[in-house]
């Protein structure tokens, strides 16, 4: 049966629609009149709030009380579950910079999970984010680097391998050692590398877009910026960024990572179709904690959370943070960000970033029917995943 929603604000990618219909199934049909919807129709009333695509979060590690790497069977519906809840459609599930037996154990088991495929009721993953282990010491953030890692060739087949060929991005410092062969392996593999956690000056970061890196990894955080190196003054990856067109660049969207005036710089520099936004959340998102592991649960990072974000006992960096991609939309429009551009931020551009946009991101016939309800203050009432109701 198809289901039509009415009554509602209609986002689609370059505007938005008021007084009509979204019609679909699993699929997206189309979007129409209210005097189009036949009487075997099932209608839905948006009353008076905003339909929009589901969002696609292309770096998240947690949620719900879980992390990604946790060996726990429960931990990843959890998480998908909780993301789903507050308008997450689908993901990219995030690694971090931990033991190697750690990561091969997590990597083996995303991989499965992913196999297993699309469940009802829970967000769908579209595959793996390595976020390292190949980072700088100098900019690791909170991320756990106790021993600098090199890229090598044996290692890199086999995290892929493991994740049965499911790595979809893959973050590293351009300026170690040997990211020739993961410039190369990437490419080869049709997996985005992202800079990040890296201490690269802006001609490193120049160099390797041309070799295959096309993302900035949580731009302002953990990225360089102008800088003196020896008695010479270099620019970072953030002039970089700026400077190249193809580079497409992500925020993290929680209101306490980046501020207004960034924001919207970034925005009016790079462009809604390659500025994103993303949670970076770990696995306290979704709860009311104050205390918090980063990473697996046995072997993570202790971290505490007030003011609404993560943070180092110390509180010398964030770690993380505790949002869920309905905060990212509400702080962008918060900021001045126009209500369409914010949407496509937080839905196509991501898809098309990591290869989904064909079917995810946008309210366009033939897509995946994934839709959120969102009432005029923009907070989550009902949430569709390939058109079926998240309970």
């Known amino acids: 049966m198809k289901t039509a ?27 129409i009149s209210d005097d189009e919807i036949t009487s075997d129709t099932r209608v839905i009333d948006a009353e008076n709030g905003v339909v929009v695509p589901g969002f696609v979060d292309i770096h998240v590690h ?4 879980y992390d990604f790497l946790d060996e726990a069977p429960e931990a990843t519906p959890s998480i998908l579950k909780t993301h789903l809840s507050h308008g997450t459609t689908s993901l990219l599930a995030t690694t ?51 021993k600098q890692k090199i890229p090598t060739l044996d ?43 890296s201490g690269a000056n802006a001609e490193t970061a120049l160099e390797y877009y041309k070799k295959g890196f096309s993302h900035i990894t949580h731009m302002y955080c953990s990225t360089t ?24 660049v992500e925020l993290i969207g929680d209101g306490k990572h980046i501020p207004r005036e960034t924001m919207l710089l970034v925005f009016k520099i790079k462009g809604v179709d390659s500025t994103m936004l993303v949670t970076d959340a770990m696995r306290a998102a979704g709860t009311d904690v104050t205390e918090s592991i980063l990473g697996e649960k046995e072997t993570g990072t202790r971290v505490i959370v007030e003011d609404g974000v993560a943070k180092l006992p110390d509180r010398s960096s964030f770690a993380g ?71």
């Open 5 to 31: 929603i009415k009554g509602g604000r209609i986002v689609l990618p370059d505007r938005f629609v008021d007084g009509a219909a979204l019609l679909f199934d699993e699929k997206i049909t189309d979007v």
């Open 62 to 65: 947690g949620g719900g009380g």
């Open 96 to 146: 971090l910079t931990c033991p190697d037996e750690i990561l091969y154990r997590g990597v083996g088991k995303l991989g499965r999970e992913i196999e297993r495929g699309f469940a009802p009721g829970e967000c769908e993953i579209l595959g793996l984010h390595l976020e390292g282990p190949y980072f700088s010491s100098a900019a690791k953030g909170a991320q756990a680097i106790r």
């Open 155 to 197: 290692e890199l087949e086999k995290l892929y391998t493991l994740a049965k060929g499911h790595i979809v991005r893959f973050d590293g410092a351009p300026e170690l050692p040997e990211m020739d062969l993961f410039a190369r392996w990437t490419k080869e593999k049709g997996i985005l590398a992202s800079i990040g956690h």
């Open 225 to 248: 910026t102008e800088h003196k190196e020896g008695q010479v003054v270099h620019g970072g990856i953030i002039e970089a960024a700026y400077l190249e067109d193809g580079f497409r």
């Open 321 to 391: 943070s505790v949002a869920t991609m309905d905060v990212c939309l509400r702080t962008a429009v918060r900021y001045g960000i126009p209500l369409v551009d914010a949407v496509k931020s937080c839905t196509l551009t991501p898809a098309r970033t990591v290869g989904f946009g064909g079917r995810k991101g946008s309210l366009e016939k033939g897509k995946d029917a994934d839709i959120v309800i969102l009432d005029r203050e923009l907070n989550v009432r009902r949430v569709f995943a390939r058109g079926k109701e998240a309970n």
